[in-house]
Every structure is written in structure tokens, then in C-alpha cells.
């Protein structure tokens, strides 16, 4: 890929097909439409993961407003005009954040303004009680946020993500914790989700809990102990997915971002 040919992902590339109502819930959608070291095949990704995930918002009759962290950013977000945090996937999180120092594997896609933009959101949402879902990077992020750290990289190439220039993406079995808000949520004990990561949770924030797991271990889903934030490593949205665990989970997500706005 040479810098003639980077790929770059449009507003209008993402926008979902159908709409709704927009009746319910006004949810803020944070995600890098474009990031460093960008290729193809992640950038289609991007399109439907993003235009995937709006999808689901619709369906869900909620309103929705995204802030591009890749693009200009506004120096401060008013949150008390929301009802709700979405952070999506992306590229990696700036290693120094979680005390890495020096050059990490396979690292691709840092922004750390755009990281400093996404965790000042996540702790304005959570700290005021405001539902907040964080998928792959949004989930990392909020680990993060919270003084959790991250795998660098995970060591065993292809368990948790297949080719980076080719298919990344690539059917995993999660274990559910059945304690989990999550296992409530999603009404099963085992989910086959797409994942395509090379890092992942290690020491767990303060307050948050693990609530999914990979075979080896690998967390793959965390949750605040009191407050609803849960995040997932694996890409629910993705719409090949052999197990549909976006319904369930963007349904609840959007219920919950409706019933902080009615007692608002």
C-alpha cells in the first residue's frame, strides 16, 4: 500500500439504509473512521461495522450522533444532551496509556489525541451513570479509562484474529460468565463471535468486572460492577456472524439509554 493509494472512509459510507422513528434515546457513537496505517481490507471493515452498528440504533428507533476521532475534534462534548455512549472499534490504544513504554508488535492505528478524546467521554458517561457499550477498542478503552492495562499483543498468532492484509476476521467461541449482566442480556452461555484482535485486557479496572472469556483465557468481555458499562472484544455487528448477539445486546443497550432518559 503505498501513500497514494491510503484508503479513506466517508460519513456517507457508514449511514445506515433504513430508519427509524428517531423517537427514542439520543446516543452519542464515537469512532476513527479513518486511522493511521489504514489498508483495504480494514477499511471495509470500518464501513460495515460502522454502517452496522448505526443500523442497530435505528432499529431501535434511537437517535444518534457521531463524532469522528479521526477528523477535527471539539474541544469539549455537552454529554447532558445524551442518553447513552457507544465507542466502536478501531486501531490500537496508545501503549503509554497503560504504562508500555518502547515499541510494541504488530502495533498499527494509534491516534493518541483521539484516544484522550474517547476516554474523557467514556469516564463523563459512566461517572454520571449514563449506559455506555464498548465494542473491541471501545471495550479496551474502557478498561483503560477506568486504570485497567492491555495485552500488548497476544502472542499465539491467528487464536484470536486471522491476517491483517487479508481475512482478520475470524469465528471465536466466548464463554459467557453466568453472573454477568451480560449472560442476562444475551440469554446463553456461549457465544461464536468475530473477533479479529491482537490485544486484549489484562489487569481489569477498579470497579469493573470480567464477564466473557476466550478458551485460553483471553478476556473477551468486561462490565462495571454497578453502573451499566459493559464491554465486548468481539464484533457483535459483524453481520456474518454465525451467532446473533447484537440484537439482544443493542436492544438492551438502547432500553437502558431510554429508561435514563425517562427519569431524567
Known amino acids: 500500500m503505498t501513500s497514494q493509494n491510503v484508503p479513506v472512509v466517508t460519513l456517507d459510507e457508514v449511514l445506515p439504509l433504513r430508519r ?37 440504533l435505528e432499529d431501535n428507533d434511537a437517535q444518534w450522533t457521531l463524532f469522528d476521532t479521526s477528523g477535527a475534534l471539539p ?17 490500537d490504544v496508545d501503549s503509554e496509556l497503560y504504562g508500555v513504554s518502547g ?3 504488530h502495533e498499527y492505528g494509534v491516534d493518541i489525541n483521539a484516544d484522550h478524546f474517547s476516554i474523557d ?24 479509562a477506568y486504570g485497567g492495562t492491555l495485552i500488548p499483543d497476544i502472542a499465539e498468532t491467528g487464536t484470536h484474529h486471522g491476517e491483517h492484509d487479508g481475512e482478520l476476521m475470524i469465528d471465536e467461541t466466548v464463554v459467557i460468565d453466568p453472573e454477568s449482566r451480560l449472560a442476562t442480556i444475551l440469554q446463553t452461555s456461549t457465544v461464536v463471535g468475530k473477533t479479529g484482535h491482537h490485544q486484549a485486557v489484562a ?10 472469556t476466550a478458551h ?12 451499566w458499562a459493559i464491554g465486548v472484544q468481539w464484533h457483535p455487528e459483524d453481520t456474518t456472524a454465525r451467532q446473533d448477539s447484537a440484537t439482544p445486546l443493542f436492544t438492551a443497550f438502547v432500553s437502558e439509554c431510554a429508561a435514563r432518559r425517562a427519569s431524567a
Open 121 to 144: 467521554l467514556i469516564k463523563n458517561a459512566i461517572d454520571h451513570g449514563m449506559p455506555t457499550l464498548g465494542i473491541c477498542r471501545g471495550s479496551q478503552l474502557m478498561n483503560v
Open 216 to 227: 485460553d483465557g483471553v478476556v473477551e468481555g468486561i462490565e462495571h460492577s454497578s453502573h
Open 20 to 56: 427509524g422513528s428517531g423517537a427514542g434515546p439520543h446516543i452519542a457513537v464515537v469512532v476513527s473512521l479513518n486511522f493511521p496505517d489504514l489498508i483495504d481490507s480494514v477499511a471495509d471493515l470500518v464501513r460495515q461495522y460502522g454502517r452496522s452498528a448505526l443500523q442497530y
Open 75 to 91: 474541544d469539549a462534548v455537552d454529554m447532558t444532551k445524551f442518553d447513552g455512549l457507544l465507542v466502536l472499534g478501531g486501531g
Open 203 to 212: 489487569s481489569v479496572a477498579p470497579d469493573f468486572r470480567v464477564s466473557a
Open 103 to 105: 515499541p510494541v508488535p
